[in-house]
Every structure is written in C-alpha cells, then in structure tokens.
C-alpha cells in the first residue's frame, strides 16, 4: 500500500540547534516526487523542499535540506539554526506519477522552537 | 508566491445545503486540486483536474463534485452538505501532474451544522 509515516506527532528543539523530522514512505512506483510542506498556526500550506526519486543529490534550500535514503525509503526533513517562526506543523508528501494521479500526505508533525 | 485565491475564505451552512467553493489562479497552470485537512488524517484529495473540463477522483470524493470551465477556476460542489463535511479546504496548483511540487491557496474552513 502507498503511504507516508510521521512518527514523530510533537517535537521540542532549542532556538539555533538543527533539528530532524522523520518521514518514511512506501510505493512500489520507480517514479515519485517527495515533498516537505509547512503549516503555520496561520494555516497557509508552504512548499519547503522537493526531492524526485532519481535525483542522486539531497535536495537542499536554504535551511532545508531532505535526507534522503532510497534504500531505507526515508526522506527526512533537517532544518539547521532553528528559529522562533519554524515553529508549525510540517508534513510530508509523495506524489507518483504511474496508473493515474495520486499525492498521498503523513498526518504531520508538530515543532516547537523554544527560546 | 503563486497567484491562488480561494473563496469564500469562511463559511458556515447547514446540513442539506449546497454549497460551492471556488479557486481561482492566475498562473495558468494545468492541474488544480481539491483537498481536506482533518485532524490526524493529514490532507487528503477530493478531485483534480488536468484541464478544462478534464476532471478526475481523488481518495475521499464521494458527496463532492467539480467543474473546470476555465483554465484559472475549478469549483467544488457539495450538493447536499452534511456534518461529516465540517473541514478546511484546501485548493492547489501545479504546472503538470505526476511528481511536480503544488502550491496552495490559502484555505476554507467550512463548518456544517
């Protein structure tokens, strides 16, 4: 069965440290896209980062970067010198691409920058 | 920031009411999506579409029904709301499907009482 998995509901991390939020997935499908998007308590849904299942490069933005393991189908989300405002929920997502359409999200998780 | 509007941004309707939502782009971009946001189910499509009048399912479309009739709007149509229809939702847009990223509007909260 397709789907993603955040295990992780709440997470705690210090102003400045780097944090990881973990995200595995599961598709027989070669072809796929994973995606990082946040949320704010405003609720908007913001695109962080994006990482195709050929692409042999972690992606990386800014502060954002994907570990990505495709053996381990894993594409963690690491976001360095955390700030105040990275405070939200973030979630991850895999489109794919064969036998039609399908973009399947985790259930997220929630991060608290502490001061 | 991508050009998506959504409206109306709030509503709040009663059981057996229709009710429609509307998303507009300005990006001219060929795929638009529908999803709802509901606790602890993360996002979850509705229906999308590949072009005007190309529409198709997505995981949870029953009660729900779309329309395109112009590459920048695709509505949603609860014909006959009901209270398990109570979310946030959410329209999105890419430039192709499959595996490109999308890019969300900003959200309406429906409450059906």
């Known amino acids: 069965a397709q789907k993603i998995t955040q295990t992780q509901p709440g997470m705690f991390v210090q102003e400045k440290e780097a944090v990881t939020l973990d995200c595995t997935y599961d598709?027989?499908?070669?072809?796929?896209?994973l995606f990082w998007y946040k949320q704010p308590s405003s609720g908007e849904m913001i695109f962080l980062i994006y990482?195709?299942?050929?692409?042999?490069q972690n992606a990386t933005e800014g502060r954002y970067s994907l570990n990505f393991q495709k053996a381990r189908k894993s594409a963690n989300l690491v976001i360095s010198a955390s700030q105040l405002g990275d405070s939200a929920m973030y979630f991850c997502?895999?489109?794919?691409?064969?036998?039609?359409?399908?973009?399947?999200f985790g259930a997220g998780t929630r991060l608290f920058v502490k001061a | 920031d991508a050009g998506i509007t959504q409206s109306p941004r709030h509503k709040v309707t009663e059981t057996g009411t229709p009710v429609t939502l509307r998303c507009h782009q300005t990006?001219?971009?060929?795929?638009m999506y529908w999803y709802r946001q509901d606790p602890g189910h993360g996002l979850r499509l509705i229906h999308y579409?590949?072009?005007?009048?190309?529409?198709d399912k997505g995981e949870v479309s029953d009660g729900y029904s779309v329309s395109r009739s112009k590459t920048e709007d695709f509505l949603l149509t609860l014909e006959s709301a009901t209270s398990s229809q109570t979310s946030v939702y959410f329209c999105?847009?890419?430039?192709?499907?499959?595996?490109?990223?999308?890019?969300f509007g900003p959200g309406t909260r429906l409450l059906v009482l």
């Open positions: 999105a847009i890419s430039e192709s499907g499959g595996t490109e990223t999308q890019y």
């Open positions: 598709t027989s499908d070669q072809s796929y896209g």
């Open positions: 990482q195709g299942s050929y692409d042999e």
């Open positions: 997502a895999m489109s794919l691409r064969g036998g039609g359409f399908k973009t399947i």
């Open positions: 990006e001219n971009h060929r795929y």
């Open positions: 579409s590949y072009g005007v009048k190309d529409t």
